[in-house]
């Protein structure tokens, strides 16, 4: 049971990386009032470029650079549409979501007639496992074993980069001058444009910062957790992100628990496949892919209480002309 476990634990901090980088993301946009329901474009984006260039290159290190670069170019539009132009930031998130679901398939079909995939990669084209030290010593020893060797060792450095950048995402936004001026400006423009602030430029680093992690989430899909891009590989996992967003209240310790929940659905529902349940039999597949979905749901509706987020988010902000 204790090994059974652990081996859920490891999967939940594997399942759980993406929807936490892409939801930090979402933090510092939505933050600074900029609504950003085009995660999963992003992050689709990114996985394209990170799979592509690596297979090109084979570098790890390039596909991740080439992920970042698309990822903010991508938010850059995002931001330019609601921030320069005032349109409205849901319908620009929702365009770029289609954006990056047709041109990925367009441009992978084109470029490598694989049905949309890229070539799989492997050894420097990947990012691999890091095993710490006296992992394998470790292995057989009761309790400490297990959690040393199983489940703190043996992830890729995306995952470790996912969760330090709670702590650091934390410090930004309320030991830093810029965290100050990013949360204000989410909730009353008008006053940081008085304080002879650009709101204007505070923003558009906000999306750039939403671009970044949207960078590193895509890439850890195709580099990191799988070998290769594959056609709508995010599959809602930007919207599941934005959900845990809103379930922690847009604060970054608590969308750390609530991606960890999510992550731990899904790996609890990957180990249920074929399993059978006492008085039901086999549960179908599909039914078990759906529960973390239907889950999410349920606890949006009925367990977050009232989540209030930034008051101007959403809203273009017009400088006021004296």
Not at 81 to 96: D, H, L, W, Y
Not at 100 to 118: I, P, S
Not at 176 to 203: C, H, K, Q
Request: hydrophobic content about 55%; overall charge positive.
């Amino acid at each position: 049971m204790f090994e059974t476990l652990i081996f859920v634990l490891d999967s939940t901090a594997r399942l759980s990386t993406p929807l936490l980088l892409a939801a930090l993301a979402g933090l510092y946009s939505e933050r600074s009032g900029i609504f950003d329901i085009g995660l999963e474009g992003k992050m689709l984006g990114a996985a394209f470029a990170a799979g592509a260039a690596a297979a090109v290159s084979g570098s790890a290190w390039i596909g991740l650079g080439a992920g970042i670069l698309v990822s903010v170019a991508l938010a850059l539009v995002h931001g330019f549409a609601c921030i320069t132009n005032r349109g409205n930031q849901i319908v620009s998130g929702v365009a770029i979501n289609f954006l990056a679901m047709g041109l990925t398939a367009l441009l992978g079909q084109a470029w490598f007639g694989q049905g949309g995939r890229t070539p799989a990669v492997s050894g420097d084209g990947r990012f691999g496992d890091v095993t710490w030290p006296f992992a394998a010593e470790l292995r057989d020893v009761p309790v400490i074993g297990g959690l040393y060797s199983e489940l703190l060792s043996g992830h890729n450095l995306l995952v470790y980069a996912a969760f330090l950048a709670v702590p650091f995402s934390w410090w930004v936004l309320y030991r830093t001058r810029f965290g100050l001026r990013l949360r204000a400006v989410g909730e009353n423009p008008g006053a940081v444009d008085t304080a002879g602030i650009s709101v204007t430029w505070l923003r558009y680093r906000a999306v750039i910062c939403t671009g970044i992690l949207c960078g590193f989430a895509g890439t850890y899909l195709s580099i990191g957790q799988s070998a290769s891009f594959i056609a709508n590989m995010t599959a809602g996992k930007g919207f599941i992100a934005l959900a845990a967003l809103i379930f922690a209240k847009w604060k970054p310790v608590p969308v750390m628990f609530a991606c960890l929940l999510f992550g731990f659905l899904d790996a609890v529902a990957i180990r249920l496949q074929g399993q059978q349940v006492p008085g039901i039999g086999e549960v179908p597949v599909q039914a078990i892919q759906a529960l973390p979905y239907i889950l999410t749901v349920i606890l949006l509706a009925g367990f977050i209480g009232k989540a209030v987020p930034p008051r101007a988010g959403g809203t273009a902000y017009v400088k006021e002309r004296s």
